[in-house]
């Protein structure tokens, strides 16, 4: 599928953030939304010190500050002082693959329901990720989505992923179709390889494509969908769920306030505005 883009993918950064109105907008990425609690405090007292503030949700289960100091010098790139500041809170382990990381993952997986627990495979992933300089060449934009069977992701598989079948073995999605069925503890690497095929697919330039679906072929051969793959569920309701309450974000996002309110040593932020606050904590 052509595209008549005439840029490269601007989706911003830490490093690298958006220029509004109001300052640079960041967004921070965090692999499968999980955040300990002590982090997200550090996280809120730099937007306190560089923003207003507040630390808004994204529909990627990302966060973002806005307001924040960009070098004029330098362009689009974030202030050393409060780069240095992110980088400190452990939300930035490489700025070469900053705007890469973007894995959403079924917020309950590990804590209820599901048929396998993704967290294993969303760390290894990410490791993956960060460890292949070439990886660094995937469009901001670009997106990894891993359903741990329940269905709760399906309308979200836009680039590369899987969905598990049981707690060994997953489906591989690719684009809006599937791939191969692959044992779970496999899942990651072979996401990863079909990321370097896309980036080798899709070519340099400013017309490149950002997505699986732009390509001009099919990355791989498609493969009908497993028995209980092509499956679908409702969004996370919010209030209380299996293993936690699921609360509601505004647009205002969050601050120090509210997050010194919350239980438990971690909470996951949903790709649906929310955060999940588990009831307790699941064993790592």
Partial sequence: MATNRSRPDRCPGIVHPWLADDGGLVRIRIPGGRISVTT??????????????????????????????VDGAAGDRLAEPALLALEATGLL???????IRNVLVSPQTGIAGGRADLRPVVAALDALLLDDPTLAGLPGRFLFTLDDGRGDLADRHRDLGLVALDADTAQLRVGAAFGAVVPLAEGAD?????????????????DAPWHVGELPSSLTDPVAPAPGADITCEPLPFGPVDGGEHVQVGENGIDASMVASW???????TPWHGV???EENPHD
């Fill in 263 to 269: 239980n438990g040593d971690f909470v996951v932020v």
């Fill in 190 to 206: 072979a996401i990863a390889d079909l990321a370097r095929l896309f980036l080798d697919a899709r070519g340099t330039g400013p």
């Fill in 93 to 99: 382990p490489s700025r070469e693959h900053d705007r």
């Fill in 40 to 69: 997200l405090e550090a996280l809120l007292a730099v937007a306190e010190e560089y923003a207003d503030g507040r630390v808004r949700l994204t529909g990627r289960a990302n966060l973002q500050i806005r307001a924040m100091p």
């Fill in 276 to 278: 999940l606050i588990p």
